[in-house]
Protein backbone atom coordinates (compact mmCIF):
# COMPACT_ATOMS: atom_id res chain seq x y z
CA UNK A 1 0.00 0.00 0.00
CA UNK A 2 2.81 2.63 0.80
CA UNK A 3 4.53 1.92 -2.51
CA UNK A 4 1.28 2.64 -3.86
CA UNK A 5 0.72 5.95 -2.46
CA UNK A 6 4.36 6.92 -3.24
CA UNK A 7 3.40 6.02 -6.97
CA UNK A 8 0.52 7.70 -6.85
CA UNK A 9 2.00 10.98 -5.54
CA UNK A 10 5.07 11.06 -7.84
CA UNK A 11 3.01 10.53 -10.83
CA UNK A 12 0.92 13.86 -9.28
CA UNK A 13 3.41 15.97 -8.60
CA UNK A 14 4.81 15.13 -12.09
CA UNK A 15 1.46 15.98 -14.37
CA UNK A 16 1.44 19.30 -11.78
CA UNK A 17 4.44 20.31 -12.40
CA UNK A 18 3.71 19.52 -16.58
CA UNK A 19 0.36 21.95 -16.13
CA UNK A 20 2.91 24.94 -14.65
CA UNK A 21 5.26 24.47 -17.54
CA UNK A 22 2.55 24.93 -20.23
CA UNK A 23 1.18 27.61 -18.18
CA UNK A 24 3.77 30.23 -19.40
CA UNK A 25 4.01 29.28 -23.19
CA UNK A 26 4.39 32.34 -25.74
CA UNK A 27 2.12 34.95 -26.30
CA UNK A 28 1.70 36.73 -29.57
CA UNK A 29 2.89 40.28 -29.33
CA UNK A 30 2.38 42.71 -32.62
CA UNK A 31 3.02 46.38 -32.16
CA UNK A 32 2.66 48.57 -34.84
CA UNK A 33 2.59 52.70 -35.89
CA UNK A 34 3.08 54.24 -39.07
CA UNK A 35 6.80 53.52 -40.20
CA UNK A 36 7.81 50.78 -38.10
CA UNK A 37 6.09 47.56 -37.35
CA UNK A 38 7.83 44.57 -34.51
CA UNK A 39 5.84 40.79 -34.59
CA UNK A 40 6.78 38.31 -32.52
CA UNK A 41 6.48 36.16 -29.21
CA UNK A 42 6.85 37.23 -25.31
CA UNK A 43 6.82 34.87 -22.68
CA UNK A 44 8.41 35.32 -18.95
CA UNK A 45 11.52 32.72 -18.55
CA UNK A 46 11.06 30.85 -15.06
CA UNK A 47 12.88 32.20 -12.04
CA UNK A 48 15.01 28.76 -12.15
CA UNK A 49 17.13 30.31 -15.23
CA UNK A 50 19.33 32.75 -14.98
CA UNK A 51 18.27 35.71 -16.38
CA UNK A 52 15.01 35.66 -15.01
CA UNK A 53 12.93 37.97 -17.14
CA UNK A 54 10.97 38.82 -20.25
CA UNK A 55 11.86 36.84 -23.24
CA UNK A 56 11.10 38.27 -26.54
CA UNK A 57 11.67 37.14 -30.05
CA UNK A 58 10.25 38.52 -33.05
CA UNK A 59 11.29 41.18 -36.14
CA UNK A 60 11.82 44.50 -35.90
CA UNK A 61 10.84 46.19 -39.75
CA UNK A 62 10.56 49.77 -41.10
CA UNK A 63 7.77 49.90 -42.55
CA UNK A 64 8.96 53.17 -44.72
CA UNK A 65 11.72 52.70 -46.55
CA UNK A 66 12.20 55.72 -47.86
CA UNK A 67 11.20 57.89 -44.83
CA UNK A 68 15.49 58.25 -44.09
CA UNK A 69 14.49 57.25 -40.45
CA UNK A 70 15.94 54.24 -38.18
CA UNK A 71 13.86 52.10 -36.38
CA UNK A 72 13.88 50.71 -32.73
CA UNK A 73 12.58 48.95 -29.52
CA UNK A 74 12.30 51.27 -26.20
CA UNK A 75 12.06 48.99 -23.46
CA UNK A 76 12.24 49.76 -19.86
CA UNK A 77 12.92 47.44 -16.91
CA UNK A 78 11.08 48.04 -13.26
CA UNK A 79 13.65 50.47 -11.41
CA UNK A 80 16.05 51.62 -14.48
CA UNK A 81 15.72 54.08 -17.20
CA UNK A 82 14.54 53.74 -20.82
CA UNK A 83 17.21 51.35 -23.34
CA UNK A 84 17.15 51.32 -26.56
CA UNK A 85 17.53 48.29 -29.02
CA UNK A 86 18.56 49.66 -32.01
CA UNK A 87 16.77 48.47 -35.60
CA UNK A 88 18.26 49.29 -39.34
CA UNK A 89 16.89 51.57 -41.74
CA UNK A 90 14.96 49.89 -45.15
CA UNK A 91 15.49 46.18 -43.81
CA UNK A 92 14.28 43.35 -41.01
CA UNK A 93 15.99 42.56 -37.84
CA UNK A 94 15.92 39.76 -35.52
CA UNK A 95 15.25 40.12 -32.04
CA UNK A 96 16.12 37.27 -29.68
CA UNK A 97 16.46 38.91 -26.21
CA UNK A 98 15.89 38.61 -22.35
CA UNK A 99 15.18 41.91 -20.98
CA UNK A 100 15.72 41.41 -16.49
CA UNK A 101 16.61 43.48 -14.04
CA UNK A 102 20.42 41.53 -12.90
CA UNK A 103 19.87 42.84 -9.36
CA UNK A 104 17.41 40.46 -8.52
CA UNK A 105 15.68 36.92 -9.29
CA UNK A 106 12.30 37.59 -10.51
CA UNK A 107 11.72 40.90 -13.15
CA UNK A 108 8.02 41.96 -12.28
CA UNK A 109 7.70 44.16 -14.79
CA UNK A 110 8.67 45.86 -18.10
CA UNK A 111 7.36 48.61 -20.62
CA UNK A 112 7.76 48.74 -24.51
CA UNK A 113 7.29 50.64 -27.22
CA UNK A 114 8.31 50.16 -31.21
CA UNK A 115 9.40 53.24 -32.47
CA UNK A 116 11.03 55.30 -35.32
CA UNK A 117 13.64 57.59 -34.47
CA UNK A 118 12.88 60.89 -36.42
CA UNK A 119 15.76 62.87 -35.85
CA UNK A 120 16.60 65.67 -32.98
CA UNK A 121 14.38 68.43 -34.03
CA UNK A 122 11.20 66.28 -34.42
CA UNK A 123 9.69 63.74 -31.81
CA UNK A 124 9.84 60.21 -32.21
CA UNK A 125 6.75 58.39 -33.35
CA UNK A 126 6.24 55.38 -30.77
CA UNK A 127 3.09 52.74 -30.61
CA UNK A 128 1.06 52.82 -27.86
CA UNK A 129 3.29 51.69 -24.50
CA UNK A 130 2.52 48.03 -23.88
CA UNK A 131 3.30 46.91 -20.22
CA UNK A 132 4.26 43.27 -19.18
CA UNK A 133 3.62 42.04 -15.62
CA UNK A 134 4.48 38.35 -14.35
CA UNK A 135 1.76 37.12 -11.75
Not at 12 to 20: H, I, K, P, R
Not at 66 to 93: F, M, P
Amino acid sequence: MRKFATAVVAAGLFFGGMGVAVADSAHDLVMKTSGVAFKGTYQWQPTTKIPSGLHVKGKLRDDNTNDGHNVYLRVKVEGYAWGKLKGVQRSTIKVDKVFSDGAVLKTKEVRMHACVDRGSLRPDHCSPERVFSRK
